[in-house]
């Protein structure tokens, strides 16, 4: 189901509520669609987080809202496999009779321009919609969504209401009659994993992007090697852990700083080895055409999102500011 895409993203206006983002993209008439209808394709990514081995998040479902009359629910399609069967190592088989559709999907494995499809051209009315909810379950105490830490350990990830009201996304989009669509919803797990003290659960408080394919924008670059093992680094080399870039809209006045902060970053990406050219790389997916700052930090393990002021030090690119374009990849190197 893994598979690598360009894209774009209304995100930042339509994360902060600046803007009414409708659905891009069309062209051509789908062979199973009247005037009056257009298809929809539904995946998800993610940004990542170096307290975990893997984030398993069990989907069964996308629900939208039109404009006027209650949500729609489209039911995941094909074989079902459970988190657990995930790491039993059961393969996807037909689900039991009554039972739903569950995909089990390892978010850690969605990073820069990877995603993974829930809905695939779907048929819905065209029109105008109110929003999108993810349906999961992500119940206390249940291993139905998992994380799995770096010793190997088992623990149940908790979406608090989840399982009641999904992971809903207030962001209008149209479906344009004849209309072809896709949309990403981006997780990023540094800003929404955390272990609450006195609870035996992980908690995932996902702070998502809904992104329109229509319209996308990459940012790319390498990290000199001495970097990573500057004073003051806590990042491995060896595993590549803790090694992040982060990036912000540049507007005036803005100080670029850690998680948490009144000046967080709108996305990052980890900072891996690229085996064929021995660099150390990135890649920021999903970012809406404009202008940006980029930094580098080798303490992204200490970068707390509950915390404003973790002490994290920052290299910005001697690049900046950077722009982002729609449809191609943009450059940012350290230094």
């Given at each position: ?58 989907f ?98 908790f ?8 992971l ?8 344009l ?45 390498s ?17 590549g ?5 982060y990036?912000y809209?540049n507007?005036?006045e ?82």
């Amino acid at each position: 189901m893994l598979h690598s895409t360009r894209t774009g993203i209304w995100a930042a206006l339509c994360a902060l509520g600046l803007a009414a983002c409708g659905g891009g993209g069309g062209g051509g008439n789908p062979a199973n669609n009247t005037p009056d209808e257009g298809t929809m394709t539904v995946s998800v990514s993610d940004a990542p987080v170096d307290s975990a081995a893997r984030v398993l998040v069990q989907f069964t479902g996308v629900s939208v809202f039109p404009s006027a009359g209650g949500p729609l629910e489209l039911a995941l399609t094909g074989d079902s496999q459970s988190c657990q069967d995930l790491l039993d190592g059961s393969p996807p088989a037909p689900p039991a009779a009554g039972e739903p559709v569950r995909q089990c999907v390892d978010l850690l494995e969605l990073q820069g321009t990877a995603t993974t499809t829930l809905l695939n051209g779907v048929t819905l009315d065209a029109g105008e919609y109110t929003a999108l909810r993810l349906e999961v379950e992500a119940a206390r105490g249940e291993l139905d969504s998992i994380i799995v830490l770096d010793d190997g350990a088992q623990e149940s990830l908790f979406i608090p209401s989840g399982n009641q009201s999904g992971l809903k996304l207030n962001n209008p989009f149209t479906i344009l009659a004849g209309g072809s669509h896709n949309f990403v919803i981006d997780f990023d797990l540094r800003k929404s994993l955390n272990d609450p003290q006195g609870f035996a659960d992980y908690r995932l408080n996902p702070r998502l992007r809904l992104i329109d394919l229509a319209e996308s924008g990459n940012l790319t670059g390498s990290v000199e090697a001495s970097l990573l093992t500057a004073p003051g680094c806590t990042g491995d080399v060896n595993t590549g852990g803790g090694f992040a870039v982060y990036v912000y809209p540049n507007t005036p006045e803005l100080e670029p700083g850690e998680e948490g902060s009144d000046s967080a970053p709108l996305a990052s990406a980890a900072v891996s080895l690229d085996q064929a050219s021995g660099q150390w790389r990135y890649t920021v997916g999903y970012l809406p055409p404009g202008d940006y700052l980029a930094a580098f930090t080798c303490q992204a393990a200490d970068d707390s999102p509950e915390a404003p002021d973790d002490g994290i030090s920052l290299v910005l690119s001697g690049d900046n500011p950077v722009t982002v374009v729609a449809d191609d990849d943009s450059e940012a190197n350290f230094p």
